[in-house]
């Protein structure tokens, strides 16, 4: 339990202040030294993940193209563009429908965050793509779809593991998240506070 602080938190029971110590913390639990009191406290533990954990995972996630197993696209932490072109973080290949392809050549925006309180890595999804200097959104030309609904313009949606993204209206991918080993995030935990639990 690496960051520990000691703690003062008022009695549930008679309001007067105790010292948390890391024993206590561990055990989860503190019996109130107060004369006349001696409740026990059920300590809830405030706490979050360190955001450097991200510089050490070896992978964030990647895209399969479905219907042509093997074609994985690995994503990027932040923002990724998506699309033909070859500016994008992103390039998918210029899939033909007789003889169309439907795909932008910036079609949408993937962005891969930290969410330093789940302990997870956070996928959300946008069409369009951020371009030129004035950051302005440009919109895809035959949309996106994720679960086969259609994104509204400037919507950014949170895309759960394997959730399928439809870019055009006919090419699928499947989205896999990558998950941060527990082992990993204990080492990254970052303990707050502790406060004493109301529903108890
Ligand atoms: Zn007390």
Redesign the pocket.
Known sequence: MSGFKMTLIA??????R?MVRMADAERGTIT?S?VG???V?ILQTAFHYDEAIVQGLPEFGHLTYIGKPGRIYPLQFGQNSIGTADSCTVQIERFQHNGRCFISRRHCTLTVSFDKWRGRLRYQLQDGVLDGELRQLHSSLNGTLLNETPLQKMELIDVDHESVITLGGVDRFRLTHYFIPSTMLDTYKVDLSFNPDRTE
Request: aromatic share 0%.
């Open positions: 009695c549930q029971q008679c309001g007067r105790i109130c107060h009191c001696g409740a406290n």
